[in-house]
């Protein structure tokens, strides 16, 4: 099965400034990434994603870059802001075993006002 | 627009007890899902359901069975709860089988087992 690894555990940024979080997974095959996002009390919201045919995607504030060769993924978040605040979940899919994600243990990013 | 809706959301438990929590989804997806979350990890897939009257199990089944009773509800049910079942549990739908489009997530179940 796909090992999925993310980094930092924790990342401590000032309001304003950009976040980076680092996807790194072992499936060779993986062809679709996905960025959740998880509020305290809430479940799990995606809020992007990338197929392995594109190099990168960007929603407003927020993109995704895919380094296949290195196998790892990372989320950019610019212009941070209080409401950002949260975990973050990388779940990239290789398509094979069974239909449910594989979630990296979690990034707790923390905008300081 | 409800999305996901699981029920209840908070329950304790006396280990050797039984219970079902229930998901319901109206957004007409043909798969659902349950996954536990433990403090400091990921969310873990217990089950699936890839279409109504299938299902099979995820990467941490034991303890654990589940019911897809219609196009719109999945149960999870803990036959003899133990402690190490407490977590919190999310349920999820997804249009179509498959990791590889977006999963929608209730608010969860938050269960403890005394």
């Known amino acids: 099965g796909e090992n999925v690894e993310q980094h930092p555990s924790t990342l401590s940024v000032q309001e304003g400034d950009s976040a980076v979080i680092k996807c790194t997974y072992s499936d060779s095959a993986s062809n679709y990434f996905p960025w959740y996002k998880q509020e305290l009390g809430k479940g799990p919201q995606l809020i992007i994603d990338i197929r392995s045919n594109v190099g990168e995607k960007k929603d407003q504030r927020i993109a995704v870059t895919l380094n296949k060769t290195a196998k790892h993924f990372s989320l950019h978040i610019t212009e941070t802001q209080p409401e950002d605040s949260a975990v973050y979940f990388c779940?990239?899919?290789?398509?094979?075993?069974?239909?449910?994600?594989?979630f990296g243990k979690g990034t707790h990013l923390i905008i300081q006002p | 627009n409800a999305g996901v809706t699981q029920t209840p959301k908070f329950q304790v438990l006396k280990t050797g007890q039984s219970m079902t929590l229930q998901c319901a989804q109206d957004?007409?997806?043909?798969?659902m899902y349950w996954y536990r979350q433990d403090p400091g990890m990921g969310l873990r897939l217990i089950y699936y359901s890839a279409s109504e009257g299938t299902t099979d199990k995820g990467e941490v089944p034991n303890g654990y069975n589940v019911s897809r009773l219609n196009k719109r509800e999945f149960s999870l049910r803990l036959e003899s709860a133990a402690p190490s079942q407490t977590s919190v549990y999310f349920c999820?739908?997804?249009?179509?089988?498959?990791?590889?489009?977006?999963?929608?997530f209730g608010d969860g179940t938050r269960l403890s087992i005394l």
């Open positions: 957004m007409n997806h043909n798969s």
């Open positions: 999820a739908s997804s249009e179509s089988p498959g990791a590889n489009q977006p999963q929608h």
């Open positions: 779940a990239p899919y290789s398509g094979g075993g069974a239909d449910g994600l594989t």
